[in-house]
Every structure is written in C-alpha cells, then in structure tokens.
C-alpha cells in the first residue's frame, strides 16, 4: 500500500512522462510535490522502486520508468490546484498552455536578455504552476550539473524574491540576465554556477534583481 506522498510522485511521474516524454528531474518533482528538499524525493523513488512502481534505467540521466499503477488511484493532494492562465499565458487544451518566449538566458557569462512578448510557446500544464510563467532558451553549459543544457527550454515563474539554494533569473546592473543559483552571503549575492569550469559571481544586493525562479524544464530531441 502506497502512502499519499508515493500517490502523488508516481502519478506526477507518469503524467509528466507523458506530456514530455521524459522522466523529471529531481527538481521539477520537488517542485511538483512541492517539498523542501530533494532527500524526501529521493526516498519516495526508492519505496517505489523497492514496491515494483518504479524502474530505473541503467546509464541513462533522469531515466525513470513506470512499472505499474496501483488500482483506483485517488487523484494526487494537489490536482485540484488552478494552474494560473494570466494575460500573458493562454489555456490551449487540458494538457497544454502557451506563455511567451522571451529570448535566451545565458547558462554563463550573463548576456542580454531578448525580449519578444509577440513569440508564445506551448508548454505541457505539467511543467507550470499556480503564478504566471514565461520560457527562455538556455545558452551556456554552466548550469549542467542541475541538468539545464546549452539549448534547453526553462520554464520560469515570475516572482522577485526567492530563498537560498534556488535556481533563479537574475538581473545584474539592469543589463544582462543569467541563470544561476542563488546564495546570500553578508553584503553580497553570490549567483552561483552548477558546473566547476565556470566561477560564482559575487555582487552587492544593489546590482542584482530577481526576475523569477526555475520552475521546470522542457527539452526536444
């Protein structure tokens, strides 16, 4: 027997296999599931790999497959939660929205942002949450360790305050945008990289402003 928690990995799981194609990463289903860390995630997956629910696939990144589903699922705690459908994103079926394609956002050296407010992009509901998003392609390798490649499709949700160890859109000297992780340390931000070729940037709180944090991700072969 599955306790609600393992219900409603195992179902975000599979939905979001089916809407994408791939498994998620640890981070959308933290995200998805709404959890603090990613350690109550990895226990999840294990109870439902040791319970036959889950599979995971040998020499391959976020392979995880779905074995079975138990009989008379309930639908998981949150899926009565309204997805958020504001000016700029627009409901095209059930299962998929559309939210504009601002430009790129660099996964190193910070470059300017391209803003094009006309271009939309659908987006599996899957891969949105309850506040208005937008998408930006990823360009750089320096946020490969969180599994964000040169090329990527970023989900982002429009927020302008965001907690530590997130991975957020940041806004230096007004100019250039970067994704990075976000740390505080006394007098500066520190927008950390997820790949060790590449070095934190450490500024004072006055030139960084948060545009909105990492929400999921979308990726086409």
Known sequence: MLTQKQRDLLMFINDFIQSTGLSPS????KIGLELKSKSGIHRLINALVERGFLQRLPNKARALEVRKLPENVPPPSNSNRPYAVSKTTRRTTHETAQIPLHGRIAAGTPIEAVRDEQEMIDIPMSLLGNQPCYALTVEGDSMMKAGIMDGDIVVIE?????SDGEIVVALVDEEEVTLKRL??????IVLMPENDAYQPIRLTPDRVRIQGRLRSLFRSY
């Open 26 to 29: 640890f981070e959308e289903m």
């Open 158 to 162: 429009k927020c302008d305050r965001a």
């Open 183 to 188: 740390r505080r340390e006394i007098g500066s």
